[in-house]
């Protein structure tokens, strides 16, 4: 079983992804992988983004590829930035 991560508002350090938020992580990479990359069919809690980012997601998923396995979280990071 996995630890659960808690989501803490740190200015000053990074720390893992939050449990809370992995599968809205691993319900946008399921959006990129079937070619949403303006996410216009709607992922629960993420707002549609711009034409321009889509277009750099796109690139970057086309140079990269898309897959999120259960070992990305052991070395994702994310900090909190004033607000958000």
Request: some cysteine; glycine content about 4%.
């Amino acid at each position: 079983m996995s630890e659960t991560v808690p989501v803490l508002k740190d200015e000053h350090n990074q720390r893992p992804v939050p449990s809370a938020w992995r599968s809205t992580f691993s319900a946008i990479v399921e959006a990129l992988k079937e070619e949403d990359f303006s996410l216009a069919r709607r992922v629960v809690g993420v707002r549609q983004i711009s034409a321009e980012n889509a277009a750099r997601i796109a690139g970057n998923i086309k140079s990269y590829g898309t897959s999120l396995p259960e070992e990305a979280w052991k070395t994702s990071a994310c900090q909190w930035m004033r607000g958000y």
